[in-house]
């Protein structure tokens, strides 16, 4: 993950460029996500796509898992 900023100083809507540079994934993924489903949730104000920064932090945090495994 690149250099983050702390979070009270991470804006409250983010476009697919901004979570490029602040996340590992890149834009098309965002992007895709967004058209296939699956990602989370946005907003669109004419053309132009936003995302609740908390919304994506939430989102990746539930993507997480451990890879602990009992057998």
Known sequence: MQHNAPIAEQP???DDRYL???TPYSRSFWQHKRTAGGGPN???RGRRVYY???DVV???SAQSYSSTSEY
Do not use: A, T
Request: aromatic fraction near 26%.
């Open 12 to 14: 409250l809507y983010v």
């Open 20 to 22: 490029s540079q602040r």
């Open 42 to 44: 946005f907003h669109r």
């Open 52 to 54: 609740l920064w908390n």
């Open 58 to 60: 939430s989102w990746l």
